[in-house]
């Protein structure tokens, strides 16, 4: 280990500052584009001990658990709350323009929708029993150490409210010292708890369990490997008016504002479209809010957030039909000969894109497409070649939903 006094160039991907070293780059958390700083190096690695020059975009964080010197360490939830909220922003589009750019696509791209503290429904917590306590946190940036919080200002109140309810039931649950991760949903019933990385399981902590949890309010679902071990009450969401409920541990926006956001300008490039595919569709987010402009075919390869589709559709008056569809869209495209009916189609894919779904699409004649991508470089990899293919980007809008990450979703409108 070396140190040494460096200036910050720029951001990574990653959000961290990156300098020019001798012998190539060097990634330094917490610092930003001109910062002088002191720090202690290992390879490409810096850790930042001090700051001989400050950034004017430089901000207070709003967290005593962030940076290399918060609270029992530095928390790795968020990377980006030392940078102000202008910059940040502009940071994040510009993410997504570079992103385009290096498939050779210029179109206009909005402002970022804004993300804003207390916003975030879907939390994942590592947990963790030691001796004395129980931890539950974040884990520290490239490690399994974890920073038990104490505060969380990304998380919504109604999580953070209930944070020694969600450590009860953990150490009611914990059968050794390893770690485990908590996945905690607030729903419109109560916080739906999926808990995965517990291997052995014990009739006893199962009946541990469920009397800790139906001690406790607000708590609507525990469940662990995707399996229920109870649900006091059935977790419900709202998605535009039509009420799900999700199975354990699945797909959701991780907050209702970026999710509702998504929807609107999906539902307006829809406009009154007759016959709508919704491809990746998890549990209905935008299914079953098209479902009242008209027809919507549904495909997810999950079979359990496409039964609670199913289900809401045919419990909900006042929607178009809704037909269901289980297939792997990554193995076997919707192809041009099934696309001919639809007059728009939605995709919204994991971060490893729709390649070969936009592959297809190019060989169709449907007039609009929308796509909704977590992942800019796998989404300009799909937006060229549906430009290639004959297709006219019309609407760029980034959204923040990860707030201080440098994770942006997108949705971009297409027309043929």
């Known amino acids: 280990m070396s140190t040494e006094t460096v200036t910050i160039q720029k951001l990574g991907a990653q959000g961290d500052g990156i300098a020019q070293g001798t012998d190539g780059p060097i990634y330094v958390p917490f610092t930003l584009p001109g910062e002088s700083v002191a720090i202690a190096r290992v390879k490409s690695h810096g850790t930042l001990m001090s700051i001989a020059s400050a950034s004017p975009d430089r901000q207070e964080p709003h967290c005593r658990h962030f940076g290399p010197h918060g609270v029992n360490g530095a928390c790795g939830g968020c990377t980006l709350q030392h940078y102000a909220d202008a910059p940040y922003r502009a940071f994040k589009r510009q993410f997504v323009v570079d992103a385009l750019g290096s498939k050779g ?74 770690a485990f991760r908590i996945s905690v949903l607030e729903t419109q019933t109560g916080l739906d708890l999926a808990v995965d990385g517990i291997k052995s399981f014990s009739d006893k902590q199962r009946r541990s369990t469920i009397e800790t949890v139906l001690s406790l309010r607000g708590i609507a679902r525990v469940s662990l490997n995707g ?117 728009a189609v939605i995709f919204d894919p994991p971060r490893a894109g729709a390649e070969f779904q936009s592959k297809e699409l190019t060989r169709s004649q449907v007039k609009k497409i929308v796509a909704v991508s977590c992942n800019p470089l796998t989404l ?30 997108v949705v971009v409108m297409l027309e043929k």
């Not at 503290?117 to 129980?134: L, N, S, Y």
């Not at 980034?398 to 979703?409: G, N, R, Y």
Request: charged share 25%; glycine share 6%.
């Open 380 to 409: 300009a990899r799909d937006l060229a070649i549906l430009v290639e293919g004959g297709y006219r980007i019309t609407r760029v809008t980034p959204i923040d939903q990860f707030l201080w990450t440098s994770h942006v979703e």
């Open 227 to 343: 399996e229920i071990l109870v649900e006091p009450v059935k977790p419900m969401i709202d998605f535009g008016g039509v009420q799900v409920a999700p199975p354990p541990g699945a797909f959701t926006q991780a907050t209702k504002q970026a999710e509702d956001a998504m929807a609107e300008l999906v539902a307006a490039h829809v406009g009154k479209a007759k016959r709508i595919a919704d491809l990746f569709a998890g549990s209905g987010t935008f299914s079953l809010r098209l479902a009242r402009i008209g027809r919507v075919h549904a495909v997810e390869s999950e079979d359990k957030p496409l039964a609670a589709l199913d289900h809401a559709a045919r419990n909900t008056q006042g929607l178009k039909p809704v037909s269901v569809e289980r297939r792997d869209l990554f193995r076997r495209p919707l192809m041009a000969q099934e696309l001919k009916v639809y007059d």
């Open 105 to 178: 696509l210029t179109p206009d791209v909005d402002d970022i929708v804004a993300a804003h503290p207390g916003e975030r429904r879907r939390v994942v917590f590592a947990a963790r029993k030691t001796e004395k306590d129980m931890l539950i946190g974040f884990n520290q940036a490239e490690s399994h150490h974890i920073v038990a919080i104490e505060e969380c200002p990304i998380a919504s109140a109604g999580i953070m409210a209930r944070l020694p309810a969600i450590k009860t039931i953990a150490a009611a649950m914990a059968v050794n010292a390893e």
